[in-house]
């Protein structure tokens, strides 16, 4: 169980890690986050409604289930499940408009990234 879900973490992690540029536009209860490979055309391009569950499918990944909500704090909690287990990453938009979030990884550690905002 724990082997599954490590890999998928890594993978997942190593996923995001890999591009140069990632994005994500925020309109009303709608998060749009992409990422290229090139300025051309977004290699991952996913629009998340607050309070809606959907099944995402990214190549190298599969298929998995997204839900973003606000916590009591007004933080993003985003619960991503897939048949090996379950990841919450939590984010907030700090005071230049910029999406922070933190990962916490199987091993006990905390991975943070910031995200700029486009529009």
């Excluded at 993978?11 to 009303?28: A, Q, R």
Aim: hydrophobic content about 35%.
């Amino acid at each position: 169980y724990l082997t599954g879900l490590s890999w998928w973490i890594r993978k997942l992690v190593k996923l995001f890690k890999i591009s140069p540029i990632e994005e994500y536009i925020v309109n009303g209860n709608q998060i749009t986050y992409r990422q290229y490979t090139n300025q051309q055309r977004p290699s991952v391009d996913m629009t998340l409604t607050l309070g809606q569950p959907q099944n995402i499918s990214m190549r190298g990944l599969g298929t998995f289930e997204t839900v973003v909500s606000l916590d009591e704090y007004g933080r993003l909690v985003t619960r991503t499940k897939k048949a090996s287990g379950e990841m919450v990453t939590t984010g907030r938009i700090d005071s230049q408009g910029q999406l922070e979030l933190s990962i916490l990884l199987p091993t006990g550690k905390t991975c943070r990234r910031v995200l700029k905002r486009v529009q």
